[in-house]
């Protein structure tokens, strides 16, 4: 793969800091439900939240006893994430760093949690990322992403409507390989309320442990 040349990086991250910047928060400040269930059993140690955003789910492990590096491409929803955690007092237990993910080399084995939450770009860039994410994680520790499956496209609601960034938990779990083991691999769904009423919407979601 090759990363992207300095315009072009330049360009996509000016992209998604106008789109922070365009209101208090993009998405709500509340964790993504499948995070609370999935990380509700674990016990709190270091965290790697990749493709952060505003942070709400690094912010949220930070209140449940984690240390959490929340790593995104837009240093102003990072600076949001920053405040968010300041107002729930718990700033001294979050880190941040902007990085395009495409370049970014993770510390191997140095998480107990990595986090990847609708991570959406073409699949050959986003498969080192997801290589590295399942070699960051610890001797113990867990692998959870979550994103937009493809079938939600013609069968879900909301999400990309490029069929070229969405993919699958059995995609996922091709790309992980033998470096992890799956606990839990496949389609969830979730309700999403819309002005005309509840949608459905279909997700793709892998847990994975290193033993």
Known sequence: MTSPDKQETA??????????????????VTPNRFL???????????????AAGEARN????????????????????????????????????????????????????GFDLVAVFYLHMAWDELVPIIERAAEAVAPGGTFLLVAHDSTNLANGHGGPQNPD???????????????????KAGSVTRQVETDIGIKIAIDCLVRAKRA
């Open 165 to 183: 960034v969405l993919y699958t938990a059995n995609q996922v779990v091709a790309a992980i390989g033998d470096r992890l083991t799956i606990e």
């Open 36 to 50: 609370v269930e999935e990380a509700a059993d674990l016990a709190p140690g270091r965290a790697l939240d990749l």
């Open 11 to 28: 360009r996509e991250r000016a992209m998604w800091n106008e789109r922070y910047a365009a209101k208090d928060f993009v998405w709500t």
């Open 58 to 109: 690094a912010v949220w492990l930070a209140e449940k006893g984690w240390q959490a590096l929340a790593v995104d491409f837009s240093e102003i929803a990072l600076d949001k994430g920053v405040q968010l955690a300041e107002s729930r007092h718990v700033a001294d237990r979050l880190e941040v760093e902007a990085a395009d993910l495409r370049d970014y080399v993770p510390e191997p084995g």
